[in-house]
Every structure is written in C-alpha cells, then in structure tokens.
C-alpha cells in the first residue's frame, strides 16, 4: 500500500515535470533561434544549414528569386538582407518573385523574407568557386510545427530530459518490484 502510493506521486510529479520544464527549454530555444544574429552566423548553431555560394554581379549585386513551399513565385514581398545581425539592405519581389539587392560585398548573409530565408555566402565577380550559383534561391516557409518537445534529436541534448529518464528507468522497476513483493 505504501508502495502504491509512492508510486502514484511519482508518476505524478513525473507528469508534471513533464508538462511544466519542456514549455521552458523550448521558449529558450525559439528565443534563441529568432534572434538574426543567429541566423547569419551558419557555423556558431548546431541546427542551421550549410550556406550556399552565390556568385555576386557587378556593382556586388545579388540576384534571387522568392519561391513558396510549391516552388511558385511570390510576387511583391519584402526581402532583407542580413550581416552580422544587421540589416545591411532591403527591396521588394517583382510579379515573378524575382529580387535584385545592390552593393553588397563578399561574405556571409541571410537573405528573409517575413516566413522564411536562407544563408548564403556571397562571392565578389570572378572570385567564386566552381559549383557557386548566380541566383539565390529563397523560400516561404509556412509549415506549423506543433509540440511540446520539438524534435527528439535535441532531447538527448538536454541533460534535465536525460537526468528524468535515467531517474525513471532506476525508481519506476524498483517500484514496481516493491509493490510486487508486498
């Protein structure tokens, strides 16, 4: 009887810890993974993306091209770009969603839209690599990510979400057992 009810308070308290701490980890992350400075220094964070090369035109202009979740154009949208956490230029989609933004130097950029961008390192005229592209492809991302947790790669990551398992894997068989016996 006494084993039953540690029992119950521990699955309880599990279940609360459950429900309350993994609201707090992923509020930190979404904070963390909003800010621009984030997003325009592609090898400090673990979860973002290779940049692409994108070769500049002259005058150091970027070309691009915004394309939604279907690969059509979005027409008339704003697009920024990003430097170190800065703003360093913006412009708008013409009808076919194509976008021009000039004077820009080599380097490491983000290039957004209000739902979604990418990360490009942009090369001077006639300083890129081989497989560098002369457009940048951007995309709208509208997708809707629900959960509590976010992805179980980053849970492993945790160690308050590793300590709880390691915690219930030990106290959940002792109690089981324990209750067993009486």
């Known amino acids: 009887m006494k084993h039953s009810r ?3 308070l521990f699955a309880v308290a599990l279940t609360a810890f459950a ?4 609201n707090q ?3 930190n992350e979404l904070a963390a993974a909003t800010k621009v400075d984030k997003a325009t220094e592609p090898a400090s964070t673990e979860k973002s993306l290779k940049p692409i090369d994108i070769s500049l035109a002259k005058n150091g202009s970027l070309r691009g091209k915004l394309l939604d979740s279907q ?4 027409a008339d949208t704003a697009i920024a770009a ?3 956490g800065e703003q360093v230029a913006a412009t708008k989609t013409d009808s076919n969603g194509e976008f021009r933004i000039e004077g820009l130097r080599g380097g490491l950029y983000a290039v957004a839209s209000e ?3 990418g990360h490009f390192r942009l090369w001077a005229p006639n300083t890129s690599p081989p497989s560098a592209q002369d457009i940048a492809m951007v995309y709208n991302d509208k997708s809707i990510v629900r959960g509590n947790l976010g992805c179980p790669e980053s849970w492993i990551k945790k160690p308050v979400i590793i300590g709880a398992t ?3 894997a030990i106290i959940l068989p002792i109690a089981l057992h ?3 016996a009486s």
Do not use: F, H
């Open 82 to 84: 990003y430097r170190d």
């Open 25 to 27: 980890l992923l509020a």
């Open 71 to 74: 690969g059509d154009p979005v």
């Open 19 to 22: 429900t309350v701490v993994p």
């Open 178 to 180: 324990d209750n067993e």
């Open 6 to 8: 540690l029992l119950k």
């Open 115 to 117: 739902q979604g961008g």
């Open 166 to 168: 390691i915690v219930g």
